[in-house]
């Protein structure tokens, strides 16, 4: 989920190289590997979901429970219980 969600902000993969082997050292060894780019501009609350979830799985966020996802501060605002009532935002046209 903290991988799909950095590509999705950041506009790239968080271990990305051009050599697949390179690429999954970047994986396995991702405490030393892992990082957010300086020049990249997102939200802090954004930065701490992205590095609470792209860490060690005894440490991740979740590892508790759905709820502690649901708390962070970058959902705030975001009425859990109502959300299948709301109108998506974006409602594509099917042809």
């Not at 790239?12 to 082997?21: E, G, L, R």
Request: net charge positive.
């Amino acid at each position: 989920m903290g991988v799909i969600l950095y590509e999705m902000l950041v506009g790239y993969t968080p271990f990305f190289s051009d050599d697949p082997a390179t690429t999954c050292q970047k994986i396995l060894h991702f405490e030393k590997t892992f990082k957010i780019p300086n020049d990249v501009t997102i939200s802090r609350e954004a930065q701490d979901l992205i590095e609470r979830l792209i860490t060690n799985p005894i440490e991740r966020l979740g590892v508790n429970g759905v709820w502690e996802i649901k708390a962070h501060p970058f959902f705030a605002g975001i009425k859990w219980k109502k959300i299948r009532d709301m109108a998506s935002p974006y409602i594509p046209k099917v042809s």
